[in-house]
């Protein structure tokens, strides 16, 4: 899927929203597959969401209902629309192109290609 760049970021106050963006240049766009990750300080990376196989989504538990992931294939960019952000949502953020989603099963395969990440900060 070739570079991956992330944007949209910030410091936020609780309760409030983001919406990051994901553009990715040198190859053809596929939305099924993207996904966001993002590294809690100090934790492992963790799967936020993702798009399935079938042109679904599946996400984390901890933001169901909260974040939701679309894309704009004319503009080769994948979102994630974060609202009610809370304190533990804080992070980096990163993009990943070329992985497995699915609706029917918690299993998932994380892809090759990586963005560098965008950080993300909810105050309490």
């Known amino acids: 899927q070739g570079q991956l760049t992330e944007s949209g970021g910030g410091l936020v106050p609780a309760g409030g929203s983001l919406r990051l963006s994901c553009t990715t240049s040198g190859s053809a766009f596929k939305l099924d597959g993207m996904g966001w990750y993002r590294r809690p300080l100090g934790k492992e990376r963790e799967l936020v969401a993702g798009v399935t196989m079938d042109g679904g989504t599946r996400y984390a538990d901890a933001v169901k209902g909260r974040f939701t992931i679309s894309g704009d294939s004319a503009k080769n960019t994948v979102y994630l629309q974060m609202d009610n952000l809370k304190p533990e949502d804080t992070g980096v953020y990163l993009c990943?192109?070329?992985?497995?989603?699915?609706?029917?099963?918690?299993?998932?395969?994380?892809?090759?290609?990586w963005g560098q990440g965008t950080q993300v900060t909810v105050s309490s």
């Open positions: 990943n192109a070329g992985g497995k989603y699915f609706t029917s099963t918690r299993y998932f395969r994380a892809g090759d290609s």
